[in-house]
């Protein structure tokens, strides 16, 4: 396992489904070992280039807006292409996370791999998400732990 | 026959929130043109109804995830009149401190990712980014320094937690505040850079005279300071806002329009700010603005990407002032007991003023809010602004106009979300 691996739990657990992202981070902290950094980020994404600094492996967890029925699991490598438009943005102002994943594309700061585990939402506003997010948790962190333990 | 030539862009980029704007020309001459605001209303003002005066701060940052400081600042500043409160200067600097932050944010963002690369040719602010890598990083490098400002004060960068009626929840420390110093330094250098790589814009040549209104103060640039002055010769108390200004509700806009009550539209923002403020802002802005040569109240809007830049340089000298002269608070908040009655808030968002105005109870609970954003204050005058751009340019292929009618729109950074919080939904049932 390298030591630069860092998973970005992105989203926001007062808005639904968006919480998502944190929900498997947590999950995924539990998992894992101290050479794999954990964090959430509730930020816009333009810090998110930030917030993934040096580290060579970056896994992003979010959740999306389209993508199949609620709690489908989606893995995109950032490598492979560009990450499709509607996956949802906690941000406003108009860039989401694909936005922000090809910003840092242009300026040459993609990690050397970054991988995006999308899941699909339902419901995007109150606290708590729905059955059938909440039911694709465990998914998603499989998800994630197969690009932690390859990476 | 009549020909009619339709411009129409069904969802602006580039802006927040959702917004169309569609222009007919008709055998040559301008028909309709319409800014319109699609997004859904957001009813702000009714679910404030009830809830604690405490509360204001933390529910209005909501509206916006680029400028939640200034909806924060305006209710304190309201809860805090309504109560018979000052907060005094400690916690005043310090209020202007987070509000420098979020100038530099907002204003780094626009500039650099949003309006540029209008003024550049190029479709986005990430296609430009391969062309111009330094210039981006740039722009992100100082967009960081203001998040940074706002999570120190703010408790983290988006929707702030840490402000309060009658202060905050927790004061930053010495070595917060050194560490702030430390990228307001580096900031300093690509602020004045900013200023001087926008100017050299290809600026349109595009004048049209409007009243501009902002808060405006002898002493200082303002943030929460001041009274709402006019180029026309309005000078006003901030509880005196309904007495001159009214919101109106179009039938293409999900935003109300305000208007000045005897002869309607202004504008509002940081060319409007600049207009009225020059005077007192930090001297190396105004040298920078002078070598820039912005002259304050021109009335030409694509200079308002000048503006901000020199703004955006302000913002980073003024913070560096403040943490400077900073004796800190002798506690992070005072007592403020409810009082029934009605406050008024005011203060310049980035995109301009933002007036809050509450009644509340007795016992705390608010009965009545009207919260009125820079974007429902200037649509008029977004709108007057496409007319001459349009007037100027109807011998330009669609494509060609499409793109500078957009350009115009962005110059005054329209924050639609922050425009549709409105109450007053009317249904027409037959």
Known sequence: MADSVRVVGVGNPSRGDDGI?????????????????????????HSLIERWGSADTVVLVDAMVHGGPPGTVTVFDAALGPLPADIESVSSHGMGIPAAVELARSLGRLPEHLVVVGVAGREFEGIGMTREVRGAVEDAVRAVMEVVEHA | MSETRTIEVGYLARVEGEGSLRAEVIDGELGNVEFSIFEPPRFFEAFLRGRRFTEAPDITSRICGICPIAYQMSSVTAMEDVCGVDVGDPLHEL???????????????????????????????????????????????????????????????????????????RLPTRKDLDGLATEL????????????????????????????????????????????????GIDIDVSEWNEVFVEQHVERSNALHAVIRERGMYAVGPTARFALNHEVIQPVAARAAAEAGLEPGVPNPFQSIIVRAVETLHAVEEALAIIDAYEPPVEASIPVDPVAGVGHGASEAPRGLLYHRYGIRADGEIAEAQIVPPTSQNQLSIEADLREVLVANLDKPDAELQWILEQAIRNYDPCISCATHFLRLEIDRG
């Open chain 1, 21 to 45: 992202g944190p929900a498997v981070a947590a999950e995924v902290a539990i998992r894992v070992d101290s050479s794999v950094d954990v964090v959430v980020s509730t930020s816009d994404p």
């Open chain 2, 95 to 169: 209020r202007r401190l987070i509000y420098c932050g979020e100038y530099i944010e907002s204003h780094a963002l626009h500039i650099y990712l949003l309006h540029v690369p209008d003024f550049l040719g190029y479709e986005s602010g990430i296609a430009m980014a391969a062309d111009h890598r330094a210039v981006v990083e740039r722009g992100l490098r100082l967009k960081q320094t203001g998040n940074e400002i706002i999570r120190v004060l703010g408790g983290r960068e988006i929707h702030p937690v840490n402000v309060r009626v009658g202060g905050f929840w």
């Open chain 2, 185 to 232: 330094d580096r900031a300093r250098d690509e602020a004045a850079e900013t200023v001087r790589w926008v100017s050299q814009l290809n600026i349109p040549d595009v004048t049209r005279p409007v009243e501009f209104v902002a808060l405006s103060d002898p002493d200082r640039y303002p943030f929460t300071e001041g009274r709402i002055r006019s180029s026309r």
